[in-house]
């Protein structure tokens, strides 16, 4: 079974910054896109940055230029740097891992993490 385990998430003031991390384990063979997402009170779950295998990102409009996504394979962790955190940023935030491929087993499969909560104060 594959776990990913998110940590980083706190409380920081506007302007400041926080790096999340997030570790997938199991016996895990490759991982297509690791991605963050983010779901704040009231509001739909969102995709807030994404990585491919090839490193290929993609980001949510209001974080480009503030956040940063990055992985290693070899550690199947993706971080997300947050830079110039404004209160509209805070959420729960979300690991995913698609197109999981693990040992004795045919197919590719999805997995979520348990969410850390970022809370950015005005």
């Known amino acids: 079974q594959v776990q990913l385990v998110e940590s980083g998430g706190g409380l920081v003031q506007a302007g400041g910054s926080l790096t999340l991390s997030c570790a997938a384990s199991?016996?895990?063979?490759?991982?297509?896109?690791m991605s963050w997402y983010r779901q704040a009170p009231g509001k739909q779950r969102e995709l807030v940055a994404a990585?491919?295998?090839?490193?290929?990102?993609n980001y949510l409009d209001s974080v480009k230029g503030r956040f940063t996504i990055s992985r290693d394979n070899a550690k199947n962790t993706v971080y997300l740097q947050m830079n110039s955190l404004k209160p509209e940023d805070t959420a729960g935030y979300y690991c995913?891992?698609?197109?999981?491929?693990?040992?004795?087993?045919?197919?590719?499969?999805?997995?979520w993490g348990q969410g850390t909560q970022v809370t950015v104060s005005s």
């Open positions: 995913n891992a698609a197109g999981v491929r693990v040992i004795s087993r045919i197919g590719r499969s999805d997995y």
């Open positions: 199991g016996s895990i063979l490759s991982i297509n896109t």
């Open positions: 990585i491919t295998s090839l490193e290929i990102t």
